[in-house]
T-cell receptor, first 115, second 115 residues
C-alpha cells in the first residue's frame, strides 16, 4: 500500500513549456485534489475530483487542466508554463461518505521551477 | 463560505514547555476541522480531526485540540514540546454538507522548539 505517489519530485521548466504532473493513489479513494503551496503560505486548491470522469475548479485553476479517467489517477497538466507557476504541488486523496469528509492523504509533492 | 485564520505565523517554545497554536474558523454549516503537520520538504500528515463527535480531540504525538463552537475556535495544544515537534502546522476547515470535499487551509504556523 503506497498511498499517494507523485512524479516527478523536481522539475525545471522554461517559460512556455508544458508538462504533466502525475498522481496515483491505491486506497480506492473517490476524492482527489491538487494543491499548490507557495513559500510561507498555506495550500491553495487548484482542481479536485469527486470520482472518475468528474472534475471541478478550485480557488486557483487558471493555467492548469486535469482529467480523471480512473479512480487511481489524477494528472495535472500545465500548459504554457509561467514563472507564477513556480511552486510546490501536492496531490491528495480522501474518501467521503454522504458528504462526511474524511481526512486527506497527501503525496510527497513536486517542486516545480519555471524560469 | 468557509475560511480559517491561524492567529500566529510563528510560535517559539522551549523543549518541555506547553504548545498552543491558535486557529479560528468561519463556516456556514457543520464544519469538519483538521490539523496537519508538515516537516521540512515533506508532505502533510494528519495530526487530528474533529467531525462532530467529542469536542476534545486527541491526536498523534500527544497533541490535542478542542472545538469551541461559541468561539469558532479549534486551538491545538500539547503539554510538553519535543524537539521533533518543530514543523509547520496547518489548520483546515471543510463544510461537510455543501462543498463536495473542498477544504480551506490556513496560512500555517511555524513552530520552533528551543533546547
Amino acid at each position: 500500500n503506497a498511498g499517494v505517489t507523485q512524479t516527478p519530485k523536481f522539475r525545471i521548466l522554461k517559460i512556455g513549456q508544458s508538462m504533466t504532473l502525475q498522481c496515483t493513489q491505491d486506497m480506492n479513494h473517490n476524492y482527489m485534489y491538487w494543491y499548490r503551496q507557495d513559500p510561507g503560505m498555506g495550500l491553495k486548491l487548484i482542481y479536485y475530483s469527486v470520482g472518475a470522469g468528474i472534475t471541478d475548479k478550485g480557488e486557483v485553476p487558471n493555467g492548469y487542466n486535469v482529467s480523471r479517467s480512473t479512480t487511481e489517477d489524477f494528472p495535472l497538466r500545465l500548459e504554457l508554463a509561467a514563472p507564477s507557476q513556480t511552486s510546490v504541488y501536492f496531490c491528495a486523496s480522501s474518501r467521503s461518505l454522504r458528504d462526511y469528509l474524511y481526512e486527506q492523504y497527501f503525496g510527497p509533492g513536486t517542486r516545480l521551477t519555471v524560469t | 463560505a468557509q475560511s480559517v485564520t491561524q492567529l500566529d505565523s510563528h510560535v517559539s517554545v522551549s523543549e518541555g514547555t506547553p504548545v498552543l497554536l491558535r486557529c479560528n474558523y468561519s463556516s456556514s454549516y457543520s464544519p469538519s476541522l483538521f490539523w496537519y503537520v508538515q516537516h521540512p520538504n515533506k508532505g502533510l500528515q494528519l495530526l487530528l480531526k474533529y467531525t462532530s463527535a467529542a469536542t476534545l480531540v486527541k491526536g498523534i504525538n500527544g497533541f490535542e485540540a478542542e472545538f469551541k463552537k461559541s468561539e469558532t475556535s479549534f486551538h491545538l495544544t500539547k503539554p510538553s514540546a519535543h524537539m521533533s515537534d518543530a514543523a509547520e502546522y496547518f489548520c483546515v476547515v471543510s463544510d461537510r454538507d455543501t462543498n463536495a470535499g473542498k477544504s480551506t487551509f490556513g496560512d500555517g504556523t511555524t513552530l520552533t522548539v528551543k533546547p
